[in-house]
């Protein structure tokens, strides 16, 4: 008898054929189910004919894996009807091996759905159905902490996908397939424990702050202050690039190699690029306008209270040059529209988001040089590999039941004479929470181009 190379218990192999592409095993199974499918409930059968099912099996040496198993039709004398017996090692309603799509769950995270099909020698169709139900078992094994401080962003990868960030552990927590209000207000009430969650920060999309007040009435809202100052960037950089296109003599091309120097405060600038940005500033007076704006826009965020940043702002407003009202216009805007939750960040607790623009900015990237990755892998890459998950110890109370006293009159002495409340005391647990996915971990995986 030929070894048995599929290494499988459940079948003995009977023959083997090896061809420049395949492999060929003719194997019959060592058990057979005889449950009939049709009345679901008579193993009473007896064996009807025979039938030879074509099956795939994992990959190896390179070459694809072809099972021929000898089965039996089965008849069931109750009901009288036949059917073919299953094997426990064949995936029900699929021409292949239960190890076999497990191994393709695994690959689709990793590989296109071509690839996987042609090396394994199945349908396209079925290797992304095969994903769909691995990710799904990996969803309902994931557990994820629910923030005291939720950030709400988005990530353009071919359309806009809501992110969904810790901003304490500064760690990924879910990405979405899109960012409909529907779509974000349903993942937002399925947080377990989310009357937990205090603060969100978001983007001044109106249609998270509807999702928010919707599902989480109780969170304070706050307008990350780095997609307000994002809106002066603009501003200004509007500004630079129309005296550019009208500027001769080189001055354009020149404007436009000093634009990262541009976007960099005052503050953080080296003499030497203080010298260069200085001299465009010097011969340009209105772009030196604009970029006074801009940062003094920056420098509200410096101020202690609300009051305080909304004067500051007042003030700040009524400096905007006449030449330069059109471009800061969006600045304007987004202050007397979202002014209470913009003027949330000067609480004292100084919410922001801006930490997760770094993984946004890398992700794009992977997405659009990866290996033909599909949003639905990249995000099961990110959420579901192991060593991206951040855990920590975490302690919390929890009230559990005294121990009973065993003298039953003591106990019934005591019952009477106190309070239902009292049979009950309050300790410190100690546990491990995932706090979601690190995105330092996260970032140096992209840097490194394992991911």
């Known amino acids: 008898m030929p070894v048995n190379i599929l290494n499988l218990a459940g079948l003995d192999v009977v023959d083997f054929k090896e061809t420049d592409s395949e492999y060929h095993v003719r194997a019959t199974p060592k058990a057979i189910s005889r449950l009939c499918p049709h009345c679901g409930r008579s193993h009473d059968t007896v064996v009807h004919a025979k039938r030879t099912l074509v099956i795939r099996d994992i990959p190896s040496h390179g070459k694809a894996v072809v099972i021929h198993l000898d089965v039996s039709?089965?008849?069931?004398?109750?009901?009288?009807?036949?059917?073919?017996?299953?094997?426990?090692?064949?995936?029900?309603?699929?021409?292949?091996?239960?190890?076999?799509?497990?191994?393709?769950?695994?690959?689709?995270?990793?590989?296109?759905?071509?690839?996987?099909?042609?090396?394994?020698?199945?349908?396209?169709?079925?290797?992304?159905?095969?994903?769909?139900?691995?990710?799904?078992?990996?969803?309902?094994?994931?557990?994820?902490?629910?923030?005291?401080w939720l950030g709400i962003d988005e990530i353009k990868l071919k359309r806009f996908r809501a992110i969904f960030t810790n901003l304490h552990g500064r760690s990924l927590i879910d990405m979405l397939p899109n960012r409909y209000v529907s779509t974000v207000t349903?993942?937002?009430?399925?947080?377990?424990?989310?009357?937990?969650?205090?603060?969100?920060?978001?983007?001044?999309?109106?249609?998270?702050r509807r999702a928010v007040q919707e599902a989480l009435p109780n969170a304070k809202i706050v307008v990350d202050k780095f997609h307000v100052?994002?809106?002066?960037?603009?501003?200004?950089?509007?500004?630079?690039?129309?005296?550019?296109?009208?500027s001769s003599n080189g001055a354009g091309l020149g404007l436009k190699r000093a634009h990262k120097l541009f976007d960099m405060r005052a503050k953080d600038l080296?003499?030497?690029?203080?010298?260069?940005?200085s001299g465009w500033l010097n011969t340009f007076?209105?772009?030196?306008?604009?970029?006074?704006?801009?940062?003094?826009?920056?420098?509200?965020?410096d101020v202690t209270t609300p009051e305080e940043a909304w004067g500051e702002y007042l003030h700040w407003e009524s400096t905007?040059?006449?030449?330069?009202?059109?471009?800061?216009?969006?600045?304007?805007?987004?202050?007397?529209?979202?002014?209470?939750y913009i003027l949330n960040y000067f609480d004292d607790q100084r919410v922001t988001n801006a930490f997760t623009e770094s993984f946004n900015a890398k992700v794009r990237a992977v997405y659009r040089n990866?290996?033909?990755?599909?949003?639905?892998?990249?995000?099961?890459?990110?959420?579901?590999?192991?060593?991206?998950?951040?855990?920590?110890?975490?302690?919390?109370?929890v009230r559990v039941r005294k121990q009973k006293f065993e003298d039953v009159a003591v106990a019934r002495f005591m019952f009477?004479?106190?309070?239902?409340?009292?049979?009950?005391?309050?300790r410190i647990r100690s546990r491990e929470a995932n706090l979601g996915v690190d995105l330092s971990t996260l970032e140096r995986t992209f840097d490194s181009g394992e991911f």
């Open 370 to 397: 990866g290996r033909g990755y599909t949003f639905e892998r990249l995000r099961a890459k990110v959420l579901y590999t192991d060593r991206f998950q951040k855990r920590v110890a975490m302690q919390e109370k």
């Open 186 to 208: 349903a993942f937002l009430a399925s947080l377990p424990d989310n009357k937990r969650i205090t603060h969100v920060a978001i983007d001044m999309w109106a249609g998270y």
């Open 73 to 148: 039709r089965l008849k069931c004398k109750p009901c009288k009807q036949t059917f073919t017996a299953s094997v426990p090692e064949v995936d029900t309603g699929r021409e292949m091996t239960e190890r076999l799509a497990k191994w393709i769950g695994r690959q689709s995270i990793e590989y296109t759905y071509a690839e996987i099909a042609k090396q394994v020698k199945v349908d396209e169709k079925t290797v992304r159905n095969i994903f769909d139900e691995y990710v799904a078992v990996l969803a309902k094994g994931y557990q994820r902490e629910t923030p005291i």
């Open 320 to 340: 905007i040059p006449k030449e330069l009202v059109k471009p800061y216009r969006v600045v304007k805007t987004a202050f007397r529209n979202w002014r209470p």
């Open 229 to 246: 100052l994002m809106k002066a960037n603009m501003a200004f950089e509007a500004v630079r690039r129309k005296i550019a296109r009208e």
């Open 285 to 301: 007076p209105l772009l030196a306008a604009a970029y006074d704006l801009k940062e003094r826009l920056y420098a509200i965020y």
């Open 416 to 426: 009477l004479a106190s309070t239902m409340d009292d049979e009950y005391e309050t």
């Open 270 to 277: 080296t003499d030497e690029q203080y010298l260069t940005v």
